[in-house]
């Protein structure tokens, strides 16, 4: 945490000390729309219909100078549009690609853009809602701009090129739509807005369920919405399919909407759409049909575009080996740098987890040995005290045994005594009792003998009139 800690402090100071450093703001959902980026949009009004959760409003600056605004999907890791102005282009690009810390932590300290190698390891979950460069590593895919970096003034160029304003294109599509959109702007549509600072700019995304590294979303659509805020005001949409690279499309902004999610609704009144000029609506559509087909659109300034495309064609043709050459020596540096970070704070990780390892037991033990003489030292007293108690309970256990066994000795001669003292009385007073039942005994067996007697007598006498009555016949009184 220290070493984190001191190197965001550090960090701060780069950033102080070198002022052109390139910043942008998530703008909080206390703000209205963009905050101080509500300049690049007609009437300060943003887009309506953005609703969902993930959508997230950022106010991209350069030198704390607000330069475009972009509505970031953290589903998708792809901007839906970023909003700007046209300038005038600058004649060279420098690519210095940066993330935005606090799409992933919010709680950061980090107001600014930053090069991804600057914060890998100081802002939690990087990457987690947001593009980040290994995303486009190895995959076939560029990192196209939305705003396009041609488009715009050598200042504001460096705050283009930020993973929050690119989406994934092959290199040959991400090629035609810059050449498309800067040949429609500078040809068709600036030449026909009376001010350049009032024509306002939409470029967007319609996300896909093709991803990158099963992360970013390949838009399916790249889409553009432009609104001359003036007096004569107009507004033009243009589609381009990423199945076609040589597709592209013009439309009203209305017939653009309904491509969108519905209630969508880019731009305030849709900015003079149903009263705008029908010759200014023909003449630019004229214009972006030359352009569609190849031809060059006659301005003003044609032969001096002409010229500085070719020197920046010529130029391009010669620099392109060794700006590859150069990006792969810098990502090289990059993942060098990156490798020797992690190794040393792994280094250092496993010496401070091994000191603290250390530590810690040596702290338990120091605790478990003064507890352990804490617990003898109490214990004393309640040993003591159970030792007196054992011994005087053992004491009484001693006096009840002698006092029952000395009971137990003197019982029995007592007892004795006792019944041999006893026995003349009850064996004399014994003799009447017998006597007498002896006498009933002999009384009841000759009354018994006497019954029986009786009783057999009676029982004869009985047959023998039986026999007489049964046997003997009647005679009369006569006989």
């Not at 309506?48 to 704390?64: A, D, L, R």
């Not at 972006?288 to 002409?306: H, L, W």
Request: negative net charge.
């Amino acid at each position: 945490r220290e070493w984190t800690m001191k190197t965001s402090i550090v960090f701060l100071l780069c950033i102080s000390v070198f002022p052109g450093f390139s910043q942008g703001r998530v703008v909080g959902e206390d703000e209205t729309g963009f905050a101080e980026c509500n300049v690049f949009f007609p009437g300060q009004v943003p887009p309506e219909g953005f609703t969902e959760p993930f959508h997230v409003k950022i106010c991209q600056q350069y030198n704390k100078e607000p330069r475009f605004a972009t509505l970031y999907s953290t589903k998708d890791k792809i901007p839906l549009y970023s909003a700007f102005k046209y300038t005038k282009p600058a004649q060279n690009e420098e690519e210095s690609w940066l993330v935005e810390p606090q799409i992933d932590d919010p709680e950061n300290d980090l107001h600014e853009m930053v090069h991804e190698a600057d914060v890998i390891g100081t802002v939690a979950n990087l990457g987690a809602n947001q593009a980040l460069t290994s995303d486009y590593v190895g995959s076939g895919y560029e990192r196209g701009l939305l705003n396009p970096s041609l488009l715009n003034e050598e200042d504001f160029q460096m705050a283009t090129y930020t993973l929050t304003n690119a989406v994934p294109l092959s290199p040959s599509l991400s090629k035609s739509w810059h050449r498309d959109i800067g040949k429609v702007v500078e040809q068709a549509l600036v030449p026909h807005c009376s001010k350049k600072d009032h024509l306002y700019l939409l470029a967007g995304a319609i996300p896909s369920s093709v991803r990158v590294k099963s992360k970013v979303s390949v838009p399916e659509t790249l889409w553009l919405a432009a609104c001359c805020d003036a007096p004569e005001g107009w507004s033009l949409g243009l589609v381009k399919k990423m199945n076609d690279e040589n597709s592209l499309a013009d439309l009203t902004v209305g017939e653009l909407e309904k491509q969108l999610p519905a209630g969508v609704h880019l731009f305030k009144g849709s900015c003079g759409e149903d009263n705008q000029s029908q010759e200014k609506t023909e003449a630019i559509l004229q214009a972006v049909s030359q352009i569609r087909s190849g031809e060059r659109v006659e301005t003003n300034d044609n032969q001096e575009a002409k010229d500085s495309g070719l020197v920046r064609k010529v130029a391009g043709i010669i620099a392109t080996p060794f700006i590859k050459l150069l990006e792969l020596l810098i990502y090289v540096f990059v993942e060098l740098v990156k490798f020797v970070f992690y190794f040393l704070w792994l280094v250092i990780k496993r010496v401070g987890g091994a000191v603290l390892d250390g530590v810690y037991s040596l702290w338990n033990g120091v605790v478990s040995y003064l507890k352990a003489i804490s617990m003898v030292l109490i214990s004393i007293p309640y040993d003591v005290g159970r030792v007196i108690v054992n011994i005087f309970l053992g004491f009484l256990e001693i006096v009840q045994d002698v006092a029952s066994l000395t009971y137990r000795i003197l019982r029995i001669p007592v007892g004795f005594v006792l019944h041999l003292a006893a026995f003349p009385y009850h064996s004399i007073c014994a003799i009447p009792s017998v006597l007498k039942d002896m006498a009933t005994g002999i009384g009841g067996t000759f009354s018994l003998v006497i019954d029986a007697t009786a009783a057999l007598l009676h029982g004869f006498y009985y047959l023998a009139g039986h026999i007489v009555k049964r046997f003997v016949p009647k005679v009369s009184s006569d006989d």
